[in-house]
């Protein structure tokens, strides 16, 4: 089995096993019960891989747009030079939307800077893991 670094025990490839399970049950009983265990541990491999890049696009970028907001918000501050309370809501509202709009508008470059940090952490399994676990 390839290591994914994501358990086969997570909801997500629990459910994607059922579905699979109920496919393999309507395929015809011509092939050999051992081939198709062989194919459904290779399809199982490849949602696992599928998951575990899915769940690492999301940290990163989500990470990327966590530094965005911090941008927008450290410019606003350093201008303003202090705010309180009712400025931080209105602030936090207003840099939430404007680091959606920013990562609309940047969607190819952060998909390009994304798929590179996973690109890196595919050959560190250790820091791969440690996203996966812990973030």
């Known amino acids: 089995m390839v290591e994914t670094g994501v358990s086969f025990e997570d909801e997500l490839i629990v459910a994607m096993q059922g579905e699979l399970e109920s496919a393999l049950a309507e395929e015809k009983s011509d092939a050999a019960d051992a081939e198709r265990e062989r194919r459904k541990k290779a399809m199982m ?3 696992a891989a599928s998951v575990r890049t899915q769940r690492l696009y999301f940290v990163v970028r989500s990470a990327i747009i966590s530094l965005i907001s ?11 030079g202090s705010i309180d309370a009712v400025e931080a809501v209105l602030l936090g509202i207003f840099v ?5 709009v ?10 390009t800077v994304s798929k590179k940090i996973i690109s890196v952490l595919g050959r560190h399994k250790r820091a791969r893991g440690f996203v996966l676990r812990h973030l």
């Open 70 to 80: 911090a941008l927008i918000t450290f410019i606003i501050v350093g201008y303003l």
């Open 102 to 111: 920013v990562s609309r508008l940047f969607d190819r470059p952060i998909v």
């Open 45 to 47: 491999s490849i949602l």
């Open 96 to 100: 939430f939307v404007a680091a959606l």
